[in-house]
């Protein structure tokens, strides 16, 4: 085959037709003035980025870039707009044809520099008078005191117009009264439902402030409010106590705190003793007023005090109804000092470690027993020799502590000439009775005869049937306050019905 007839073809590019070159131009071209001013006509033809209405971001313009500002704005403007675009085609592709649709217009990206075409005078609706949402506000009386004539007359106490007049006075109350959309609703209030509101918000207001001013000034579970921590610390700082260590327990009317001893006076504290930091405000015994208003002891200075002074008169009964205690030899914790509502009494337990309550003691029958004889003795004691009612015994205000049971908690205790001392007997009674029966102490009493082995009154028992031994309790409470308004003191008066002793007084007191 003769290759000189052969033509050779151009092999096609992959990248597509390859535009031919542009054709060459020699330089006296290139230096031409002609050349120079099409270039020059050509560049004017361009609007500059200061002219008015350009717009930097169009695809047939060739912007001058060489600000790295502008170039930083046109390209956070071209990733916003590309955004949107794709949040508008999810919006789209999410709502499809359902009849509810949600809008993304939130998440929109909105540049400052779009808005320049918006006239500077233009004003948002939600500014102006001509907002469509707006409620409508009623109509005011003119001066007169009516508007309108004859019949269509119509006066500034129309039951109407005055309910109307107090929905949009709704609108003063504090923020924190949510009102709803009233005048929306075209709602009307009669005066007497408006003035019960007002009333209210005016009452939550100053219940809201006296809360938040109380929760200042307090002692709560286990924190103690600046008036006790300053106590403490001054106890610190005088050399009363080395450190305080923490809460080791918290009721309904104190906070217990571990401390070690310092010295008072150069005569040596305990070494571990116990911080008793009674609660000034905000606590839960809310009843403590009849454990102390009726004790003639304190009967006549409670009625003259403070909310935060009785509290220091509380801790106070205590270290007396304590060193009552500790003259008959009752165990219980020995008073070290008292600085108002805080009371520093000796540690039951040790190495930091409280005696467990007689609830989580783990006592064997032999122990159960020994316990159950001890309190049977305290309580006789209490009465007989401290005259004294505990008025809160249960198992989880004694400890057990070195094999022996130890009374704690004595803020309560009331005398028995109390006018419910009895009754509160009766309920120490019952719970003593029912703890020991339900742990299998076969030697423990019922409440009626642990009630009579204890005060020794002998009220009868035959039917066992609780109201009308409490009946019986109240009776004698009641003719002992017979006898105290015609004699003016406080003993239980000797006859035959009552079968036991007359309840004397501590010659101490």
Same mark, same amino acid.
């Given at each position: @085959? ?28 290139? *230096? ?42 046109? /390209? ?132 809201? +402030? ?19 921590? /300053? /106590? ?8 009363? /106590? ?5 809460? $080791? ?16 006076? #150069? ?42 002074? $009785?509290?220091?008169?509380? +801790? ?6 304590? +060193?009552? @205690? ?15 509502? $805080?009371?520093? @009494?000796?540690? $039951? ?29 305290? *309580?006789?004691?209490?009465?007989? #020799? ?11 205000? @004694? ?15 009331? #005398? ?28 423990? *009493? ?24 409490? +009946? ?38």
């Amino acid at each position: @085959m003769d290759q000189s007839g052969v033509t050779t073809e151009t092999p096609k590019s992959p990248w597509g037709s390859v535009a031919p070159a542009a054709p060459a131009c020699s330089l006296a071209d290139v *230096m031409s003035e002609q050349l120079a001013r099409q270039l020059d006509e050509e560049n004017h033809a361009f609007p500059t980025l200061t002219e008015p209405g350009a717009d930097p971001l169009s695809l047939d313009e060739v912007p001058d870039t060489a600000s790295d500002l502008m170039l930083a704005q046109m /390209l956070q403007m071209q990733f916003d707009r590309e955004y949107d675009d794709q949040l508008r085609r999810e919006e789209k592709k999410f709502n499809g044809d359902s009849k509810v649709s949600i809008s993304f217009e939130n998440y929109l990206k909105v540049h400052p520099y779009e808005d320049s075409d918006s006239s500077e005078d233009e004003v948002d609706w939600q500014d102006t008078r001509d907002d469509p949402y707006r409620a409508e506000k009623p109509q005011t009386t003119p001066r007169k005191g009516f508007a309108g004539k004859g019949k269509n007359i119509t006066t500034k106490h129309d039951e109407v117009n005055c309910g109307r007049k107090n929905t949009a006075r709704m609108d003063k109350f504090a923020p924190e009264v949510h009102v709803g959309d009233g005048l929306g609703m075209d709602l009307k209030l009669s005066n007497q439902v408006f003035n019960s509101l007002k009333q209210h918000c005016y009452t939550e207001q100053k219940r809201s +402030a006296k809360l938040h001013e109380k929760k200042e000034h307090s002692t709560a579970e286990q924190a103690v409010d600046p008036r006790t921590r /300053l /106590l403490m610390y001054k106890m610190v700082n005088s050399g009363l /106590l080395e450190n305080i260590n923490g809460c $080791i327990s918290t009721g309904k009317e104190s906070v217990v705190f571990h401390a070690n001893g310092g010295s008072l006076e #150069e005569q040596p504290f305990p070494d571990e003793v116990v911080l008793k930091v009674f609660k000034t405000t905000l606590n839960e015994f809310r009843n403590r007023d009849r454990y102390i208003k009726d004790d003639y002891r304190f009967k006549e200075r409670f009625s003259k005090l403070n909310p935060r002074k $009785i509290i220091r008169l509380w +801790a106070e009964k205590e270290m007396h109804n304590l +060193a009552r @205690m500790k003259k008959a030899e009752i165990p219980c914790p020995e008073v070290v000092v008292l600085k108002k509502h $805080i009371l520093v @009494m000796s540690f $039951i337990g040790k190495d930091h470690v409280p005696a467990p309550k007689l609830k989580d003691a783990m006592l064997g029958s032999e122990d159960l027993k020994n316990a159950y004889y001890q309190v049977l003795h305290m *309580m006789r004691q209490l009465y007989q #020799e401290c005259n004294l009612v505990h008025a809160d015994l249960s198992e989880y205000n @004694m400890l057990w502590h070195e094999g022996k049971v130890w009374l704690i908690d004595v803020s309560q205790s009331v #005398e028995p000439t109390h006018p419910h001392g009895l009754e509160f007997l009766f309920r120490d009674c019952r719970n003593v009775s029912t703890f020991f029966q339900k742990k299998g102490v076969g030697e423990a *009493m019922n409440v009626y005869d642990l009630f009579n082995t204890v005060t020794g009154l002998h009220i009868p028992v035959d039917t066992e049937d609780e109201a009308a031994f409490i +009946a019986e309790i109240v009776a004698l409470e009641k003719r002992n306050e017979d006898h105290v308004q015609k004699r003016g003191k406080k003993t239980f008066p000797v006859t035959s019905e009552d079968s036991g002793p007359p309840l004397q007084l501590d010659a101490d007191d």
